[in-house]
T-cell receptor, first 115, second 116 residues
Framework: GAVVSQHPSRVICKSGTSVKIECRSLDFQATTMFWYRQFPKQSLMLMATSNEGSKATYEQGVEKDKFLINHASLTLSTLTVTSAHPEDSSFYIC???????????FGNGTRLTVT | AQTVTQSQPEMSVQEAETVTLSCTYDTSESDYYLFWYKQPPSRQMILVIRQEAYKQQNATENRFSVNFQKAAKSFSLKISDSQLGDAAMYFCAYRRPNFGNEKLTFGTGTRLTIIP
């Protein structure tokens, strides 16, 4: 089955630093990738949608300069949390789809803690 | 905008029994997809079952089945012969079809506990 690898699974960083999270589709080409954020005991909130080779589309209220998304190839998308603050601490999940009507495949998520 | 509502924050069921999780949604579209995802403690999102709105037949996957009522905009999940491994958060989700960037809209989730 289709596999999405997300790395790192856990990261702790200091306030003011930047953190990069990678999302890779291992055995299929991901034309579209989605980045979600999940607070404890809450649902997944979509942050942005990215297509290979084009700029990401951000959801309302998500700061594009703070959450930089790059989808440079059909197998890799990255989310960079810039100048991280404690309120950015959360669980971030990526998902990928190969074509319009295919199922979404999710990564294992990244738990970010900003101290 | 589409919304997905799960009115049961928590449910519990005795092992081997049957449980039904509720989901309602709001949309003005006539064609769409509905999903149930499972998120165990590992936090990995796992697709449980999927339903195309144009199909009248309810989807079934082994012990998991749905009751899709399009007119009522209801999409409940029935888990038969509950097993300990079914313990997880269950999210109902909606998506419009045939557009590459169409996002999944998730409900708030139902935490399912299996009682041994």
């Amino acid at each position: 089955g289709a596999v999405v690898s997300q790395h790192p699974s856990r990261v702790i960083c200091k306030s003011g630093t930047s953190v990069k999270i990678e999302c890779r589709s291992l055995d299929f080409q991901a034309t579209t990738m989605f980045w979600y954020r999940q607070f404890p005991k809450q649902s997944l909130m979509l942050m942005a949608t990215s297509n290979e080779g084009s700029k990401a589309t951000y959801e309302q209220g998500v700061e594009k300069d703070k959450f930089l998304i790059n989808h440079a190839s059909l197998t890799l998308s990255t989310l960079t949390v810039t100048s991280a603050h404690p309120e950015d601490s959360s669980f971030y999940i990526c998902s990928a789809r190969s074509w319009e009507d295919s199922p979404l495949h999710f990564g294992n998520g990244t738990r970010l803690t900003v101290t | 905008a589409q919304t997905v509502t799960q009115s049961q924050p928590e449910m519990s069921v005795q092992e081997a029994e049957t449980v039904t999780l509720s989901c309602t949604y709001d949309t003005s579209e006539s064609d769409y997809y509905l999903f149930w995802y499972k998120q165990p403690p590992s936090r990995q999102m796992i697709l449980v079952i999927r339903q195309e709105a144009y199909k009248q037949q309810n989807a079934t996957e082994n012990r998991f089945s749905v009751n899709f009522q399009k007119a009522a905009k209801s999409f409940s999940l029935k888990i038969s012969d509950s097993q300990l491994g079914d313990a997880a958060m269950y999210f109902c989700a909606y998506r419009r079809p045939n557009f590459g960037n169409e996002k999944l809209t998730f409900g708030t989730g139902t935490r399912l506990t299996i009682i041994p």
